[in-house]
């Protein structure tokens, strides 16, 4: 196995065991990679749905489903030579799709209480992704942080399995902002 990658590795011990397999099955029949992109958002922005209809249980099924999804696109683009920016572009711009569907899901169940920790989950969330792909503009390294997609993605199943939303939004936007602002400082360092 190659090197660990911290930051994803609930993907690699977890979504990576079911999306390889799947990725080899999809190459026999020549699927487009990106084709598993927009399947994949379509699935995690169906679990925001699931979510704010009250389909707990179901949701988080679709969320797991979504995932493994996600990592298919990637796998399936590596085995058949297909790996491109366009694909890399969707993937990162569905991700954020995903992630507000799955808080505003959150949120719909109860707006009135969750309404504010719910926009500062969405803004956190968002924080992380773009401090990144900023840095990375600037030729910088930013893979530093707690706050990474795999860990908000875990918080969330557990927070809808333990009926934990005002609880899970809290955690989601604090780890979205020290996240952010951690990536920030180490950003700035580099470009100094």
Known sequence: ???????????????RRFSRPLARLLARYNVNP???????????????YLI???????????????????????DLARLTGRVTHKGAYLDRIFDRFVDAALVIGMVA?????????GMLAIVG????????AMAEAEGAVC??????????????????????LY???????????LTTIHRMVHTLKQLD
């Open 52 to 74: 704010a209809i009250g389909k707990i249980y179901e949701s988080v099924v679709m969320i797991f489903i979504s995932q493994i999804f996600d990592c298919v696109d990637g």
């Open 109 to 117: 169940i109860s707006p009135e209480e969750l309404w504010l920790v």
């Open 143 to 164: 893979k530093v942080g707690i706050g990474g997609r795999d860990t908000r993605i875990v918080i969330i199943m557990l927070g809808l399995i333990l009926n934990q």
């Open 167 to 177: 609880a899970t939004l809290v955690i989601l936007a604090f780890l979205g902002f």
């Open 1 to 15: 196995m190659s090197k660990i990658k911290w930051e994803y590795v609930i993907t690699e011990f977890v979504y």
């Open 125 to 132: 969330s968002f924080g992380v992704s773009i401090s990144r």
């Open 34 to 48: 990106n084709s598993i992109t927009f399947f994949a958002a379509f699935l995690g922005i169906l679990s925001g």
